[in-house]
């Protein structure tokens, strides 16, 4: 008798890219895809996947993990609880943040986040880098030996008292990206009309979580992301917007979009499926619901699903910012807190897709190739893992969940695997489950249980690829060909 072709093959599913939904079995050949065909020769083991739908894992590729903010919270998940989690939900792969704070070095500080990714993580980790401090140390010496060790995405902050870098700096960074060959992602709001809404709302006794939707006004979004997105065009460097939470912010991109340039943007499941209403609960109650930017209306949800389908927006991640409701998070300034003193995020990295997909698929919005691409093709090629992340394909890593379409699921604060203690969408009745998730082809979580020890995940290095490329058309105030003949950059 010959040898198996595959260790493992997934057989009889329906298999789905962001392309394609056809039936074939998946054969498996240590960490890679070998095959995609039907029949396929038997495996050393097989799964039994009819009536099943064979998916890439999912990229979340914005998440808080193990995280320091600015206040001093640690957040409430280490790399092993909150890679477990993700595990449970689908995800195979995420990009969290080396987050420097003012005064740390930035080599440094990714050398932490990588002892504790190695130490912790069970599926593959990447990292965005959080530039806060933007000395000529960090921009001409760490900055580009860390993009060239495989760090190839910058995040900033536009607000947050101790994070936020000012237009001057902004640029700096931007062209530091643009000549290291990085994405540049940022958290865009403007910081000043927050702060002034806060002081204002906080005189007058506005104190309950519900006003910190109030606090972030609306136009505070649009406002900086058309701030951002012309200094990106200055120096011609691409960028990617996080987190977008209203209608006019949406529409910024796409008119930045239409102009050619170099604009991707996400969004995540708090902007699709909560509203400010949540966050108006009797007490703190609300609090579970602070993110920052906060959900907005209905009907900035349907515009942010518009976005989607034409394509202006590109991904959805969770921006998984997991803080207990006690007092090592969201409850760290005491019992009684006016909202500025509550740490602002919501864990998601096990909900992200659940709920996508029973949206998507189960309830039919947008649809299966739709929802692949979302949640993993369109974050691996933006981010530079493709073709070896994202896709069923043969030669890409055999990183795969399978979904039970059938499966009907009530979400609840007990089933989560995170450290939170809560999940913000606890109650909502799903349809459609990743009953087995599989990491460069081990099997890590099978029927409610995990099979993946903490610290076999792997660091994936990166560089900038298509994504962060410069379009070549630099804004003639600082074009030597253009202008006045010599170069601004
Ligand atoms: N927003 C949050 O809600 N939490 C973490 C950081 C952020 O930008
Ligand atoms: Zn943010
Ligand atoms: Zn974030």
Known sequence: MTNPAYDLVIRGGRVATASDVFDADVGILGEKIAAIGSPLTPGKREIDA?????????????????????????????????????????????????????????????????????????????????VADPTRETLENDLPALVKQGHSSIKIFMTYERLKVDDEPLLDILLTARQSGALLCAHAENHGIISWMVKRLLKAGYADPKYHAISHARISEAEAFNRLIGMAALIDQPIMIFHVSTAEGARVIREARGQGLKVFAETCPQYLFLTADDLDKPGLEGAKWMCSPPPRRAADQEALWQALALGDLQTVSSDHAPYRFDDTGKLRAGRAPNFKQIANGLPGLETRLPLLFDAMISKGRLGLEKFVELTATAPAKIYNLHPRKGSIAVGADADIAIWDPAREVTLSDAMMHDRTGYTPFGGFKLRGWPVTVLSRGRIIVSDGKRSVEPGSGRFLARSGGEAARPTGRLAADVDPEQNFGASLL
């Open 50 to 130: 009819r009536g099943k739908l064979v998916l890439p894992g999912g990229i979340d590729s914005h998440c808080h993990i193990e995280q320091l903010s600015a206040a001093g919270i640690m957040n409430a998940d280490t790399f092993e609880s909150a890679t477990a989690s993700a595990a449970f939900g689908g995800t195979t792969t995420v990009i969290s943040f080396a987050a420097q704070h003012v005064g740390m070095n930035l080599t440094q500080v990714v050398e932490e986040y990588h002892a504790l990714a190695r130490k912790g993580a069970m599926i593959d980790y990447a990292f965005h880098m959080i």
